[in-house]
């Protein structure tokens, strides 16, 4: 992809600079990812103002909150290397997260603020290990480094910090969940039973005892949900097979978001779902006859912003779960995608708006 001359939105970052010298609570934001001036960056929103964090002959994706709001992890390829770097909210103070050779990708911030996971591969070797780094001195622990392959989705932390869940293969190749502790001890297959084929997008509950996924069931996609105590699975959807993506818990864990095909009479067009965490009471949120898809709860829990294809290219919206109305949030002729809500923790933006940003002059 071409290079492109980053254009700076000065005055919008002198409004948010002098509003953050308030006290008071500012509209949460999130990042995406955008390939509107050729390659792919992170951009921030906040309200209806939108800034770019990287520029430069750079691809970057993946962004992930800290706790606070205040930063942001993201895989970056530069120079022919992936690699995870670290940003403030406001484009100041890029760094990568350690010198490594390896090939990292899909980074995940613990809820706690005091380390980021993501997936690691030797090019040399088979296999993607998990890697957790610590922030405070940089220690890293390897888990599960048995040659298989991980991923692609990012690791899910429990809300305690102490669990993360994972995707990774199986004795026979297929993609399965599991779970590890922060240490790396108690590595459980949590999924094997449900299915022989592959599963995907997992998540845990916010009080860390289920986690919810998509397993193949040979000819449909299922949610399911297992029960981390008792270790009992229950599909969720057995009543209506079709596909299902990307879904996630609501703060309170009582109620899941996702995407579905599963009111397409073709059963390939997906629509944005909510359903009670038991599996009852779904409704089709968005209804609409082009393509929507990986939903995300807002920090308030009154909204879900989500992807679709209705205008043309993947831009990003939201649906008011109160209004019942859906609203444009990004509007170009390219593509945005892979957003991320802004936490609920963030109350104030930084006073200091640095002007350099994460173009390639960067050095370690």
Known sequence: MASYQYLHFAAAMLLLGSSAATAGSLQQGMAFV??????????????????????????????????????????????????????NADGSNLRRLNDSLLWQTAPSWSPDGSAIAFLARDNSKAGVELHIVRLDDGAVTVVAADGAEKGPDAPVWSADSQQLVFLGENDQGKNDVWVTQRDGSGLKNISQSVSTRHKAHAAISPDGRFVVYVADMRGYLALFRTDLHSGESINLTAGKPAAYETPRWSADGRQLVFASSRDDPGLTRMDIFLMNADGSA?????????????????????????????????????????????????????????????PAAVRVLQTAVSLTKGDLSYEH
């Open 34 to 87: 955008s390939i509107r001036d050729g390659n792919a960056h992170i951009y921030v929103s906040q309200g209806y103002e939108e800034r770019a964090l990287t520029s430069g002959n750079s691809v970057n994706t993946q962004p992930a909150w800290s706790a606070d709001g205040s930063q942001l992890a993201f895989s970056s390829v530069r120079n022919g290397q992936s690699a995870i770097y670290l940003i």
């Open 282 to 342: 779904v409704t089709n949120l968005s209804r609409h006859p082009h393509e929507d898809f990986n939903p995300h709860w807002a920090a308030d829990g009154k909204r879900i912003i989500f992807t679709s294809l209705r205008s043309g290219t993947a831009q990003i919206f939201a649906y008011d779960l109160v209004s019942k109305q859906s609203e444009r949030l990004t509007d170009n002729k390219s593509h945005d995608m892979d957003q991320v809500p802004q």
